[in-house]
């Protein structure tokens, strides 16, 4: 069993950033609109706790998970909207509250889910604890960035978004399914300069196909915050310069993006 404690360290700090931009906020500031059409700081928040919900009850009881999903995408309403629409006029000591508490219960049910070796439900397709928290912390720091952006603060990246990029580069065939386009069969060699100038690099060594630049510019592709014509990314070979225009981390169909 891979020991979960670097990625839950991980999702902790990577929580308790975005909190830190937050915990000061009144109903106003709370209502402040973030790039993402129609959503608040709010909206924003109260995803990610009712993400963290989800994410409880593929932890806890895998078994009840299709049933849920099913009631709920299938009730004539949008449930990702609804629950983000949740937070709005909430008060911030409760919205604040039940997000906190939601991703602390998240941790200790995956550290269980990791020791007990399930693959928990999703979404997408199904995944084991360590994916599922990588998909928390690459979530966590992209609505994290919207909330960054709305209140004009530029955030300091730190080695944590290797956990984004990375499952942005896993999620390379997923992206190529979401728009009805064949996988290239040509491999495509990934090399990102992280935040402290280290080298990160995926994908085989001799691939003629390759995608160079800084790891922070390929999170923000992948999460989908930013142009890809606004991003320092280089793409050679036919499969590179296919993937980068339809890239995406997250699960569910591709967004219009930024």
Known sequence: MADLTPLLDDLRAESADLDALVA???LAGLATPTPAPGWTIAHQLAHLAWTDQWSLLAAREPDKFPDAMREAFTAGSDPIEDGAAEG?????AALLGRWRAGRADLLDALRAAAAADLRLP????????????????METWAHGQDVADALGVARVPTARIRQVAHLG???????????????????????????????????????ADRVSGPALDFCLLVTQRRALDALALHAEGEAALAWLPIAQAFAGPPGAGR
Do not use: N
């Open 24 to 26: 000061d906020l009144d």
């Open 88 to 92: 709005v006029g909430e008060a911030p």
């Open 169 to 207: 580069v896993r999620t390379m065939g997923f992206a190529f399914a979401l728009h009805g386009l064949a996988l290239p069969e040509a491999p495509v060699r990934v090399e990102l300069t992280g935040p402290a100038g280290e080298a990160w690099t995926w994908g085989p060594e001799d691939a």
């Open 122 to 137: 999703w979404f997408g397709p199904p995944m084991k604890a360590a994916s599922m928290a990588t998909a928390r912390i």
